[in-house]
C-alpha cells in the first residue's frame, strides 16, 4: 500500500486512540468540581461518594490520555517531518504552550486532588480541583487553536518556502476557532454526561445504588437535556462558518455537486464520485439550502467547482450523518429521561430505559469521532489549507515500516481500550462498597481510622 495512505491511516488511529480521554477528562474535570461544591454547600456524603468514584475514573483517563498523546508527538519525527519544517514556527510555539501552561497545572494539583483530601485542608483540595480543571480546558483551548488555525490559517508569511508569523492575535483568534472550541467543550460535555448516566444507570439497575447514583444519574441526565440542544445550535453557527471559509468540505458532506439554488437535504445516499451523482437518493426538498442559506433558494457550492481539490466524499458525507444521528438519539433520550425523572423521581424510572442510558454511555465517543473523522478528513488533500498539501509533509519512511507500527499500534490499542472499559465498571461495582471511612488513595503508613480519614481542616 501506498506509504502516504499507512501513514494517514496510522495518523487517524492514533488521533483516534488519544481523543477518546481528553474528550472525557476535559468535562469530567468540572463535574468533579461541581460534586465538591455541592459536599461543600451540604456536607451530604452522598456527594463525596459521588467525587471518590468519579475522580478515580478522571486519573485513569488522564493517564491513558497522557501516554497516547506521547505517541502522536512520535509522529511528527518519524512519519510527517515536513509538517514542522514548513509549519513549525507556529504549531512548535502552540504546543509548547499548551505543555506550560496547562499540563503542568494538570500534572502539578491531580496529587492534591487523588491524595489530598482530609490531608490538606478542605479550600486548598477544592481548588486544586478548580485549577485541574481549569488545566484540561486550557489544553483543550491550545490544541483547538492549532487544529483551527490549520483548517483557516491566518496571521502567516512565507518566507524561503517556511512559514512565519506575523500576527500571534490573528492566529490564536482565527476565524474558525471560537466554533470549534465552543463545538468541542461541548461534545465533550456531552460525552461525560452520557459516560456518568450510563454507568450510574447500571449501577442503579444492579442493585440500587446509593444516593450518590441517584444524584449523579439526575445531574448527568438534566445536564445532557439542556446541553444537547444548545450544541445543535453551536453546530448549526459552526457549519455556516465553514460554509464561508472551507465551501469544499460543506459540499462533500452534503454530496452536492452542482452548485445552485433549492438544494435539497440528502437524508441518505450513496455517493458516486466516479461519475460525480449520487445512486438511490432520498432527500427533503430545498432543505439543505434552508439549513445554509436560511431560504429556500439559497445557492450552496458543489464539488464540481472544486474538480481535484476537494476533500473525499463518502467519508464526509456518512461520518456527518453519523454524528447528526447519535446527536438526534441523545436529544430524544435525554428529554425522555429529564421528563420520566422530573415526574416520577429516579427509582420510579423504567428498566427499560435505565437499560436506553447503559446502551448509550459510549456515544459521546462515537459523535466526537464522527465529527473528528469531517474535520480532519474534510481539509484534504491540504494539511494546513492552502499552504502545505498533505502529500508533501509525509517522510521517506517505507511501507514495511509503517505497516508494522500500525498493526503493533492497533493491537495495543485494542488491548488498552478494553481494559479501560473493564476497570470503569470495575470501579463502578466497587463503589457502593467502598468505606467512606477511608481515604480514595490510601497512602503506605498513614493512619485510616475514622477520624483521621473524615477530618477536614478549615
Known amino acids: 500500500m501506498d506509504p502516504l495512505i499507512l501513514a494517514r491511516i496510522q495518523f487517524a488511529a492514533n488521533i483516534s486512540f488519544h481523543i477518546l480521554f481528553p474528550t472525557i477528562t476535559v468535562a469530567l474535570g468540572w463535574a468533579l468540581l461541581g460534586f465538591k ?18 475522580v478515580k475514573v478522571f486519573a485513569l483517563s488522564f493517564a491513558m490520555g497522557v501516554v497516547s498523546g506521547i505517541t502522536m508527538s512520535f509522529q511528527f519525527g ?6 514542522m519544517e514548513k ?8 504546543l509548547a504552550y499548551e505543555v506550560l501552561t496547562a499540563f503542568f497545572l494538570e500534572a502539578v494539583f491531580l496529587g492534591i486532588m487523588l491524595f489530598g ?28 487553536v492549532l ?22 492575535w490573528a492566529i490564536v483568534f482565527n476565524p474558525s476557532m471560537p466554533y470549534r472550541l465552543t463545538h468541542m467543550l461541548i461534545a465533550s460535555a456531552l460525552t461525560v454526561a452520557f459516560l456518568i448516566a450510563g454507568m450510574s444507570a447500571w449501577r442503579w439497575l444492579k442493585d440500587g445504588g446509593g444516593e450518590g447514583v441517584r444524584r449523579t444519574l439526575k445531574a448527568a441526565v438534566y445536564a445532557a437535556a439542556l446541553l444537547i440542544p444548545v450544541q445543535i445550535f453551536v453546530g448549526d453557527q459552526h457549519g455556516l462558518n465553514t460554509l464561508e471559509h472551507q465551501p469544499q468540505k460543506i ?11 433549492n438544494v435539497p437535504l440528502v437524508l441518505f445516499a450513496i455517493p458516486d464520485s466516479e461519475a460525480r451523482t449520487n445512486h438511490m437518493e432520498i432527500a427533503i426538498p430545498s432543505g439543505a439550502s434552508l439549513i445554509l442559506k436560511h431560504h429556500a433558494d439559497g445557492v450552496v457550492p458543489g464539488l464540481n467547482d472544486y474538480e481535484g481539490n476537494h476533500p473525499p466524499v463518502g467519508p464526509l458525507f456518512w461520518g456527518f450523518r453519523i454524528m447528526v444521528g447519535i446527536g438526534v438519539l441523545m436529544l430524544a433520550l435525554s428529554w425522555f429521561a429529564a421528563w420520566t425523572i422530573r415526574r416520577r423521581g429516579v427509582d420510579a424510572m423504567p428498566r427499560w430505559l ?14 466526537t469521532l464522527a465529527g473528528w473523522y469531517v474535520t480532519e478528513i474534510g481539509r484534504q488533500p491540504w494539511l494546513v489549507t492552502g499552504v502545505l498539501k498533505t502529500a508533501d509533509a509525509v517522510g521517506p519512511v517505507g511501507s514495511a515500516m ?27 461495582k466497587l463503589g457502593k462498597a467502598a468505606p467512606e471511612t477511608k481515604p480514595m488513595f490510601p497512602l503506605p503508613g498513614v493512619a485510616e481510622g475514622p477520624a483521621e480519614a473524615l477530618e477536614v481542616k478549615p
Do not use: C, K
Open 117 to 144: 483530601f482530609s490531608r490538606v485542608p478542605n479550600w486548598v483540595h477544592t481548588m486544586a480541583t478548580l485549577l485541574v480543571a481549569g488545566g484540561t480546558t486550557l489544553s483543550a483551548f491550545w490544541i483547538i
Open 251 to 261: 459540499a462533500a458532506m452534503e454530496a452536492n455537486w452542482e452548485t445552485r439554488g
Open 354 to 367: 435505565g437499560w436506553g442510558l447503559v446502551a448509550m454511555t459510549f456515544s459521546g465517543w462515537g459523535a
Open 87 to 94: 509549519v513549525g514556527n507556529v504549531a512548535g510555539p502552540l
Open 402 to 428: 509503517v505497516a508494522s507500527s500500525l498493526t503493533l499500534y492497533l493491537a495495543v490499542y485494542a488491548v488498552l481500550l478494553t481494559a479501560y472499559v473493564a476497570v470503569l465498571y470495575r470501579l463502578a
Open 147 to 168: 487544529n483551527s488555525w490549520m483548517q483557516t490559517p491566518v496571521g502567516y508569511e512565507i518566507r524561503d518556502g517556511v512559514v512565519h508569523a506575523t500576527d500571534w
Open 78 to 83: 518519524t512519519n510527517w517531518p515536513g509538517y
Open 37 to 54: 461544591l455541592a459536599y461543600n454547600r451540604t456536607q451530604d456524603g452522598a456527594w463525596m461518594d459521588a467525587y471518590r468514584l468519579w
